[in-house]
């Protein structure tokens, strides 16, 4: 079975930057893809970035030059690491993964969230 723990949340003013981890584990958790979702209050949840175990990588255009996704295959985690943060980028993020390399695919397995708040 998958498990995967998010960590990093926070608030922070506009400008300012997070990074998000994402633990996983599972029994083919350094190969899987994975990705990172937010789901903003009164909005439906939407996708953020992808990667693959290769460290291909797929952005929302929204996000593209402000936030970077990574793994650390070693340590079966992936993080977000968002800058110059927006108080639109306020939202639950959520890891997810057992997924194909595209924005608009769903994952099978999903964390508990972490909540990033972002004020003007």
């Known amino acids: 079975q998958w498990q995967l723990v998010e960590s990093g949340g926070g608030s922070v003013q506009a400008g300012g930057s997070l990074r998000l981890s994402c633990a996983a584990s599972?029994?083919?958790?350094?190969?899987?893809?994975m990705g990172w979702f937010r789901q903003a209050p009164g909005k439906e949840r939407e996708p953020v970035a992808v990667?693959?175990?290769?460290?291909?990588?797929e952005y929302v255009d929204s996000v593209k030059g402000r936030f970077t996704i990574t793994r650390d295959n070693a340590k079966s985690t992936v993080y977000l690491q968002m800058n110059s943060l927006r108080p639109e980028d306020t939202a639950v993020y959520y890891c997810?993964?057992?997924?194909?390399?595209?924005?608009?695919?769903?994952?099978?397995?999903w964390g508990q969230g972490t909540l990033v708040t972002v004020s003007s």
């Open positions: 599972g029994r083919t958790v350094n190969t899987a893809v």
């Open positions: 990667i693959s175990w290769t460290a291909d990588t």
């Open positions: 997810g993964t057992h997924m194909d390399l595209r924005l608009d695919a769903i994952p099978k397995f």
